[in-house]
């Protein structure tokens, strides 16, 4: 099992975007391999009920497939070459495969049920002896991810931000989140003196460069979400 050091948490970018087809099983073991002590990965809920993970709503960009995701079958969609002859992973598998080694940061990426559902298959993987503390379950849409906290109070929650809100973190407190998921555009002093006064872990995304990860890391933030899992460990 990885952990941080000295409690900078290295958070591998959709697995290890960089050097690997995103949101594959083949980018999630990179990631782990190159040092990662967390994993991200975006999770949509599909028509069939099948949870899968894929960043955009449509397929051409990470797939050789078009169209939108809920437009196609699930046995489509399962025949897709997602990458280097990846297929998109469901949720089982990228937690199977992961098996405990590291904290999973699981996005919510669409609405409409997908916070009851990921909450469910989470709740049986801690059944199986799971930590709920080894999932950080995030999302824009902080109304999901409200429903999802109201559903699993017990699996930590990061509210994830494009930009500064004028009460500062005061969202992420009423979410009861113990994370500040950011954009490193928008960081600042304020925001970061305000996270830090309300308890909470601050991860920006995403922070390919070691010279930006290292000037992160003096400010006091606690983790990059990061396409080069390597580069973050080495610094």
Not at 113 to 133: C, E, M, N, S, Y
Not at 180 to 196: G, V
């Amino acid at each position: 099992m990885q952990k941080s050091s000295e409690n900078f948490l290295v958070i591998g970018h959709r697995g290890a975007r960089g050097h690997a087809p995103e949101n594959t099983l083949l980018a999630i073991e990179r990631g782990i391999a190159l040092g990662a002590h967390a994993v991200e990965f975006d999770v949509q809920l599909h028509p069939s009920g099948a949870l899968l993970l894929l960043h955009d709503l449509t397929l051409q960009r990470t797939t050789n497939g078009r169209g939108a995701l809920r437009g196609c079958s699930y046995e489509t969609l399962r025949a897709l070459d997602a990458g280097e002859g990846e297929k998109i992973p469901t949720l089982d598998e990228a937690l199977e495969l992961i098996a405990q080694r590291v904290i999973v940061n699981v996005e919510l990426k669409t609405s409409e049920g997908t916070a009851a559902a990921v909450a469910a298959v989470l709740r049986r993987f801690i059944g199986k002896g799971w930590p709920a503390q080894r999932f950080l379950v995030s999302s824009f849409d902080l109304p999901e991810l409200r429903q999802f906290k109201r559903i699993a109070p017990e699996i930590p929650v990061g509210a994830l931000l494009g930009g500064v809100p004028l009460d500062l973190a005061a969202c992420a407190t009423e979410l009861e989140a113990v994370s500040l998921n950011i954009s490193a555009e928008f960081l600042d002093a304020q925001l970061i003196a305000d996270a830090k006064a309300r308890g909470l872990k601050i991860y920006v995304y995403t922070v390919n460069e070691s010279t930006e990860i290292a000037a992160l890391r003096a400010l006091g933030i606690d983790g990059v979400f990061t396409d080069f899992p390597d580069r973050a460990v080495a610094i």
